[in-house]
């Protein structure tokens, strides 16, 4: 079995995840060599100055000629032109993977380009913050998280195998389901709530008869963890958007349709469907709460240990 060690890895995109990357595959010996590109002149500076690599180039081809694994980390947007860049330089029998929040349109933009003697194995580590760039990222991001894998039907289930030995080594847990499945998934519990909080955000900024400083000033808890998330890079949820836009818009369909059962519950006085609903939503959250309390409940494991609840008993 594999122990997740490539003798060189090159990270194309050294923002949060990439840096995270770097961090973590450093501090558990997972490279002999680790190569970073990214297109700034200036982020690449910034990586080199923290020590990020061993290598460095705004070059992504010369980056992969020599890794035996190859992480994309950038904008889901970019990956199509990323794939084309690295594709004639990749060394055979090299597994290229990504983290894009998106896996359907990933796949669609980089397969075509890659040659049949790369393993393409798509990945997306269920693991961030509102930050980006390469100041960002941290060597635990990853600890006791998801990461998820979309392989394709043709894809050789020993470089899976290599692949997640490596993540595993990162400290997450592996899963794997088809694109689709993924990106439907990932559009209700990620994607939807990014955009609300950008727009609850965006309502508040916009309100002329609340002044913005009160918006500060009195920002109770719940809009300030709105906030976070409205905080995220603009960049990186543009694509999301764009690149998940079916699953995107199914859920918020569904989204609209219970917020205006919702609305008609306040404006008909109805105080049992009011109450029945957050009952119902307390219970979910009682039940995220006790799964992430089990030693492999990998999500909001890290948090609840740094963060227990308060008062909130088992339903
Ligand atoms: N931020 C988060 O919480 C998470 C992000 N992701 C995914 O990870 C990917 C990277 O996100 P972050 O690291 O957060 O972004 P970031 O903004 O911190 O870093 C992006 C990096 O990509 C580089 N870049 C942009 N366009 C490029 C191009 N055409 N060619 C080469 N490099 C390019 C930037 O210079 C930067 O180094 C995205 O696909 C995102 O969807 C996945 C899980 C969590
Ligand atoms: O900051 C947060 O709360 C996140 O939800 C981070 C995140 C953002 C995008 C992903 O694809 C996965 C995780």
Redesign the pocket.
């Given at each position: 079995m594999s122990d997740g060690h490539f003798p060189t890895i090159a990270l194309?995109?050294?923002?949060?995840?990439?840096s995270s990357l770097a961090r973590v595959v450093r501090r558990e010996g997972l490279a002999d060599r680790i190569v970073v590109s990214?297109?700034?002149a200036d982020?690449l500076k910034r990586a080199e100055e923290l020590g990020l690599g061993d290598a460095y180039t705004t070059d992504?081809a010369e980056a992969v000629q020599d890794a035996d694994l190859v992480i994309v980390?950038?904008?889901?947007g970019?990956s199509g032109?990323?794939a084309r860049t690295i594709a004639p330089a990749l060394k055979a029998g090299a597994i290229v993977s990504d983290?894009?929040?998106t896996k359907a349109s990933v796949i669609a933009q980089m397969a075509p380009e890659l040659p049949d003697t790369v393993h393409f194995i798509p990945g997306?580590?269920l693991?961030?913050?509102e930050k980006?760039?390469p100041d960002?990222g941290f060597a635990e991001l990853f600890e006791n998280r998801w990461c998820i894998f979309t392989p394709l039907p043709e894809t050789d289930p020993a470089a899976l195998e290599k692949l997640s030995a490596f993540w595993r080594a990162c400290g997450a847990n592996i899963d794997t389901m088809d694109p689709e499945h993924h990106d439907k998934v990932l559009a209700i519990v990620s994607h939807l709530p990014h955009i609300i909080a950008y727009n609850i955000v965006g309502t508040a900024d916009d309100l002329q008869t609340v002044t913005k400083s009160e918006v500060i000033k009195y920002s109770a808890s719940g809009f300030r963890d709105f906030t976070r998330l409205a905080a995220s890079?603009p960049?990186?949820w543009r694509d999301?958007c764009l690149y998940n836009r079916e699953a995107i818009l199914e859920m918020l369909a569904r989204f609209s349709e219970d917020l205006f059962f919702l609305q008609r519950a306040i404006r008909w006085g109805d105080g049992e469907k009011l109450f029945d609903l957050f009952s119902r939503t307390r219970d979910v959250r009682r039940s995220i709460i006790e799964a992430g309390q089990e030693v492999n409940a990998p999500d909001f494991g890290r948090q609840v240990a740094a963060h227990p609840e308060k008062g909130s008993k088992p339903a």
């Amino acid at each position: 079995m594999s122990d997740g060690h490539f003798p060189t890895i090159a990270l194309i995109g050294i923002g949060l995840i990439g840096s995270s990357l770097a961090r973590v595959v450093r501090r558990e010996g997972l490279a002999d060599r680790i190569v970073v590109s990214t297109r700034s002149a200036d982020t690449l500076k910034r990586a080199e100055e923290l020590g990020l690599g061993d290598a460095y180039t705004t070059d992504a081809a010369e980056a992969v000629q020599d890794a035996d694994l190859v992480i994309v980390s950038v904008p889901v947007g970019a990956s199509g032109d990323v794939a084309r860049t690295i594709a004639p330089a990749l060394k055979a029998g090299a597994i290229v993977s990504d983290v894009g929040s998106t896996k359907a349109s990933v796949i669609a933009q980089m397969a075509p380009e890659l040659p049949d003697t790369v393993h393409f194995i798509p990945g997306h580590p269920l693991a961030g913050t509102e930050k980006s760039g390469p100041d960002s990222g941290f060597a635990e991001l990853f600890e006791n998280r998801w990461c998820i894998f979309t392989p394709l039907p043709e894809t050789d289930p020993a470089a899976l195998e290599k692949l997640s030995a490596f993540w595993r080594a990162c400290g997450a847990n592996i899963d794997t389901m088809d694109p689709e499945h993924h990106d439907k998934v990932l559009a209700i519990v990620s994607h939807l709530p990014h955009i609300i909080a950008y727009n609850i955000v965006g309502t508040a900024d916009d309100l002329q008869t609340v002044t913005k400083s009160e918006v500060i000033k009195y920002s109770a808890s719940g809009f300030r963890d709105f906030t976070r998330l409205a905080a995220s890079d603009p960049t990186m949820w543009r694509d999301v958007c764009l690149y998940n836009r079916e699953a995107i818009l199914e859920m918020l369909a569904r989204f609209s349709e219970d917020l205006f059962f919702l609305q008609r519950a306040i404006r008909w006085g109805d105080g049992e469907k009011l109450f029945d609903l957050f009952s119902r939503t307390r219970d979910v959250r009682r039940s995220i709460i006790e799964a992430g309390q089990e030693v492999n409940a990998p999500d909001f494991g890290r948090q609840v240990a740094a963060h227990p609840e308060k008062g909130s008993k088992p339903a």
